[in-house]
Nanobody, 126 residues
């Protein structure tokens, strides 16, 4: 059984940096595409970043390009999201997700991912 647990969310100030982590357990011997999404209350979940299963391609939402970086450790058990120069509009709950299939193109949609964590709250105070 695959389980994802996010951590690292916090209350920070505008301009601060923050790193989110997602620990993946179960079936980690399989390679997977991982992604981060974020969601504010009453809004749809928004794509933030994705890392292709082979580790060679990354994708970012327009709002975070150049400031956020997604990465994964060699063991495939930890996916991180480095967030720099945070803005107030980054205040959201951040979710980690993965899809085990290597045949699908990397998706920027929530429908492209099979497993999700419970999320971690990021609040950016202006």
């Amino acid at each position: 059984q695959v389980r994802l647990v996010e951590s690292g969310g916090a209350l920070v100030h505008t301009g601060d940096n923050l790193r989110l982590s997602c620990t993946v357990s179960g079936r980690t011997f399989e390679t997977y595409t991982s992604a981060w999404f974020r969601q504010a209350p009453g809004k749809e979940r928004e794509f933030v970043a994705a890392l292709k299963w082979n580790g060679q391609s990354t994708y970012y939402g327009n709002a975070v390009k150049g400031r956020f970086t997604i990465s994964r450790d060699n063991a495939g058990e930890l996916t991180t999201l480095q967030m720099n120069s945070l803005k107030h509009d980054a205040t959201d709950r951040y979710y980690c997700s993965i899809v085990l299939s290597q045949k699908k193109a990397v998706s920027l949609s929530v429908h492209g991912y099979d497993y999700w964590g419970q999320g971690t709250q990021v609040t950016v105070s202006s």
